[in-house]
Structure formats: C-alpha cells, structure tokens
T-cell receptor
Framework: DADVTQTPRNRITKTGKRIMLECSQTKGHDRMYWYRQDPGLGLRLIYYSFDVKDINKGEISDGYSVSRQAQAKFSLSLESAIPNQTALYFC??????????FGDGTRLSIL | GNSVTQMEGPVTLSEEAFLTINCTYTATGYPSLFWYVQYPGEGLQLLLKATKADDKGSNKGFEATYRKETTSFHLEKGSVQVSDSAVYFCALRDGGSQGNLIFGKGTKLSVKP
C-alpha cells in the first residue's frame, strides 16, 4: 500500500461546484502539504500544516481551503471551482525538515 | 526571494549518452538542495540531496555537487537508460524555520533506444 494516498486520482467537474481532494498517510509524519503542478510552472505550494492545529497559506492559497482532520489526514477544498484551477494536485508529507514524500497526484479538470 | 532556475526542456538523448541538467539557485543563507524525479503518472520521488557546500549527492548513477561559489547544483549521469525518461525537478529548502521547498519548473528527459 502507498504511504501517501490521494483520492480521487482523477476528477472532472463543472465550474462553480465544490470539490474536495483527500490525502491520507501511513508514515506518521507531522507535516503535510498541498501543491499544484501546471505545465511549465513546476510545483507551487497551496497550503501546508506542521501539525493538526497549525495551518499555513502557501504561495497560491486564493480559492482554496484546507482541513487537517487528524495527523494522518489533510484535505484540500475548492469552494467554487473555476477552469483555471484545472491542474495536477499533489499531497506530500515530511517529518520535521526531512525530505518530503509525495502521493501519486489527483488530476482535476474543471469544465 | 529564493528561487530555482533549471534548464528548459525537453531534453532528448540516445541510450548511453551523458546527461547534464543545469540548476542554479538564489537564496539567502545556506539552503539544502534536492533533485526530485517524476515518472509518468506518478508523484515526485527524492533522487538525491546535498545539505552543505561541496557535498555531492548520488543515487542510481546520478550525481550532483553543491557549488556555493556558482550557486549551482547540476544533475549528471554518465550513461542514461530508457528507464530514466522522466521529469526532473531541482529544489531548495531554505534554512528558515518554515523550511518549505521551492521547486524549479522541471526538465523533461526522453531517452531513445
């Protein structure tokens, strides 16, 4: 089983819909992250959490919200999806400042 | 602010060719440097890292040396294989308390038989 699991793996939805992407980990790491990947732009940080009670905005948090329901779970929500949020989304975890471990990604398309 | 610049791709090589992917960075202090690899349909995996000047990271035949004087961390491999086809990301983590990663834009490598 994967250490960092993202669901769903693929999602197609319409403009204005509320979307939730989920991430769970079995590594016992304290830190969790959400990134989006766009062609030619690399990965950009949306939100990060250093523990259950610590949530921080990243470089591109507008239009997104997150919830750290437990140490092992970190979900990303798009309250009202728009087409320019079409991207590949990655969850990652780390223990303290150690290297991050990534899930396999969620491909989100917003029509 | 901190940033990472990678050579643009795509890079296409024949099997057994020599690979260099250039990476330079801008940072205050003494960042740690990383190369991540993304195979098709997968997430990023740590390939190698270096935490201080003159350190050499190595893994799976890939190497990169932390050069503070040129602010570079170029990725090299002496003989690439078809299975090395992937997207490669250079990244830095600054020394501050947040310690988040900053990624380059990625370089796509295709290796032909």
């Amino acid at each position: 089983d994967a250490d960092v699991t993202q669901t769903p793996r693929n999602r197609i939805t319409k403009t204005g819909k509320r979307i939730m992407l989920e991430c769970s980990q079995t590594k016992g790491h304290d830190r969790m992250y959400w990134y989006r990947q766009d062609p030619g732009l690399g990965l950009r940080l949306i939100y990060y959490s250093f523990d259950v009670k610590d949530i921080n905005k990243g470089e591109i948090s507008d239009g997104y919200s997150v919830s750290r329901q437990a140490q092992a779970k970190f979900s990303l929500s798009l309250e009202s999806a728009i087409p320019n949020q079409t991207a590949l989304y990655f969850c990652a975890t780390s223990q303290g400042g150690q290297p991050q471990h990534f899930g396999d990604g969620t491909r989100l398309s917003i029509l | 602010g901190n940033s990472v610049t990678q050579m643009e791709g795509p890079v296409t090589l024949s099997e057994e060719a020599f690979l260099t992917i250039n990476c330079t960075y801008t940072a205050t202090g003494y960042p740690s440097l990383f190369w991540y690899v993304q195979y098709p349909g997968e997430g990023l995996q740590l390939l190698l890292k270096a935490t201080k000047a003159d350190d050499k990271g190595s893994n799976k035949g890939f190497e990169a040396t932390y050069r503070k004087e040129t602010t570079s961390f170029h990725l090299e491999k002496g003989s690439v294989q078809v299975s090395d086809s992937a997207v490669y990301f250079c990244a830095l983590r600054d020394g501050g308390s947040q310690g988040n990663l900053i990624f380059g834009k990625g370089t796509k490598l295709s290796v032909k038989p």
